[in-house]
Nanobody, 124 residues
Framework: QVQLVESGGGLVQAGGSLRLSCAAS????????MAWFRQAPGKEREFVAAVNSIGVSTYADSVKGRFTISRDMVKNTVYLQMNNLKPEDTAVYYC??????????????????WGQGTQVTVSS
């Protein structure tokens, strides 16, 4: 029912910034919990940030103060603004959605729909 299309990844030097976009179709963001996860080669997929159906957000400790998740309700798009990037942020970033509206779940298994992923590479 829900399709997620990601964009905005790329190569950036440490200390730089990127903004990832995730355009959702099939369901309004007001009826979804949206999240960003990332996965580095050989590592488990890990939680980055999430925003629920009423706009409450949460972040992994590793990105607090550097990353911001936001929504454009008209465009039905969620963003991840990434500032002060570090080499350890290098990963494929995935947006995800689940149908429940309030729980800020950090477990990837709770999410129903996933984007295709976009590569973020941070050089030192």
């Amino acid at each position: 029912q829900v399709q997620l299309v990601e964009s905005g990844g790329g190569l950036v030097q440490a200390g730089g910034s990127l903004r990832l976009s995730c355009a959702a179709s099939g369901r309004a963001l007001s009826r979804l919990v949206m999240a960003w996860f990332r996965q580095a080669p050989g590592k488990e997929r890990e939680f980055v940030a999430a925003v629920n159906s009423i706009g409450v957000s949460t972040y992994a400790d590793s990105v607090k103060g550097r990353f911001t998740i936001s929504r454009d309700m008209v465009k039905n798009t969620v963003y991840l603004q990434m500032n002060n990037l570090k080499p350890e942020d290098t990963a494929v970033y995935y947006c995800a959605a689940k149908m429940t509206g309030l729980q800020l779940t950090i477990s990837s298994s709770a999410y129903d729909y996933w984007g295709q992923g976009t590569q973020v590479t941070v050089s030192s």
